[in-house]
């Protein structure tokens, strides 16, 4: 198992850009597949970015392709999401997440964040 702590998240003005980062904690962090998902009040949570446990190969949802960058520090057992041009559409709560499973598909990731609100006025 692992356990995963988000932080990062903040108010920012569209344009702008933050940081998100995700520390695990528990079992062997390069054996874990990572993602961030996102959810708005009254929508499912939806996969954004993924990344490998080596972190040579991610994944990006069309809407941040460009925009959001993943990578992963498996020494220091954390996860990054660099956002940039952020628009008010990124609003959100933004959660990290691990699999051991298939990590290029959001249905699969098992271990999850408490989630950390993003919120980019206009």
């Known amino acids: 198992q692992v356990q995963l702590v988000e932080s990062g998240g903040g108010l920012v003005q569209a344009g702008g850009s933050l940081r998100l980062s995700c520390a695990a904690s528990?079992?062997?962090?390069?054996?874990?597949?990572m993602g961030w998902f996102r959810q708005t009040p009254g929508k499912e949570r939806k996969f954004v970015v993924g990344i490998s446990g080596s972190g040579g190969t991610t994944y990006y949802e069309d809407s941040v392709k460009g925009r959001f960058t993943i990578s992963r520090d498996n020494a220091k057992n954390t996860v990054y999401l660099q956002m940039n041009n952020l628009k008010p559409e990124d609003t959100a709560v933004y959660y990290c997440a691990a699999t051991n499973s298939e990590w290029t598909t959001g249905w699969s990731y098992n271990y999850w964040g408490q989630g950390t609100q993003v919120t980019v006025s206009s």
């Open positions: 528990g079992d062997t962090f390069s054996s874990y597949g």
